[in-house]
């Protein structure tokens, strides 16, 4: 029984330690990212700008594609367009603002804007 109540006191300990949410939500969050690396932030910025024009691209053809020729109107072409829709919903909500604290010096974002 001496363990228990050992490891018991170090839960209570560690639940009154924790400060990462101390009462209320953070205001905003530091992103390090390559801070130790500043010459690599333009040419990360170009190529994460590359590959999101080339996957916004490239969801709208599939998705062009299976609506207009009436021989993909199957389901699995259904399917490949669904997915291709959630692919740019979720590849829009993280990518521009990756690409703003890149190409800015202010490398915080705000508590709502990381949760959404």
Known sequence: MKGREGGA?????????NQSF???SPKAFILLGVSDRPWLELPLFVVLLLSYVLAMLGNVAIILASRLDPQLHG???TFLSHLSFLDLCYT?????QMLVN????QKTISYG???V
């Open 9 to 17: 006191r170090k839960c209570r300990n560690m639940k009154s330690d």
């Open 92 to 96: 829009t909500t993280t990518v521009p």
């Open 102 to 105: 890149m190409g800015s010096s």
């Open 113 to 115: 804007g990381c949760t």
């Open 75 to 77: 389901p699995m072409y």
């Open 22 to 24: 101390s009462g209320d």
